[in-house]
């Protein structure tokens, strides 16, 4: 694959825009906003995957070193360069956004995704615990954004209940994927929750997390935000995230972490599609 695709992470961005279009699919509705907020989530996601692999390229040569830049595919500076316009566009999105509907909730979010995103990939990620919520916040904030470039009540308050579930499985997921790196993290002296609380008490506080989802998706069918489709297809969903959960209890080693944030992000898109479906 082209380098510069690569590093933009394809999978996750296309994931986070379709979190957006499952907003839009939920209020039945398709405008320039919520076209402009796909777009704004795709430049910011981008940006913010490339300035995690500027900042981290010392530990992806240990945990990630097939990466565009570790790999030498790609130069430093070009990539810090490369996430700076990637940050221009996704915030030009975002005033677009506010500009049209005369709402600057859109463009504040944009600009403190930004700020987030940096920060985030410069210090936050080795800071135990707040890297992982920051990202699952993050995650869950794509959701909400959606729904505030909608901008009608009923959408910002079901765009922000979709966000809560995102941030907690995401959270989850980050901790699993901080147990999955904790070798090349423990060489850089990141101070990852993991490394320093033990790798059991991290499976467990994962654990915790996906129950917490998995017991509460159930609301939004009594809610009324989805119909019975939903209950279906989300129970799909809800035990492939029990047994994740269940093996990174029984054992916390790479190899079964990298299955564990596997299963759980296929488990997110199986959510998606019960989203889609439940919308009708
Ligand atoms: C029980 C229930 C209703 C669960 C639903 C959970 C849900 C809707 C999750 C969706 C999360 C989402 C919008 C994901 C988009 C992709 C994304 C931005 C993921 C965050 O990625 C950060 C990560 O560290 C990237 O790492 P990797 O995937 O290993 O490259
Ligand atoms: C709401 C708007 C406008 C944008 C949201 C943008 C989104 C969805 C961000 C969520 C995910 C996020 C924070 C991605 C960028 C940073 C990133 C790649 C974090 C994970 O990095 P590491 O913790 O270093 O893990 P890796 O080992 O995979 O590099
Ligand atoms: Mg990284």
Redesign the pocket.
Known sequence: MNPYIEIL?PG?VIM?MI?IILVAIVAHSISIPIILAML??FF??SA??VI??YF?YK??LI??PERPIPSGRIGLKTARNYAYILFLC?TIC?FLISYLTNNWIPFI??LC?DII?YI??YKL?STPLI?NL??GF??G??F??GGFSIGTPQMIYTSIFLGFFAFVM?TAR?IT??IE?IEGDKAEGAKTFPILYGTKISAIITFILIILDCVLCPLLYFQHIFSILYLIIISIAVILFIYAGILLIRNQNTETASKVSKYLKIGMLIAFVSFAIGSF
């Open positions: 992470r996750n986070a979190a704004a989530v910011e996601i913010g995957n995690n692999d981290d530990i992806d945990n990630k996704g975002g979010i944009v995704a995103l985030y990939a990620k890297g920051t990202v993050m995650t904030l794509c909400a954004f995401t980050e994927k901080d790196d």
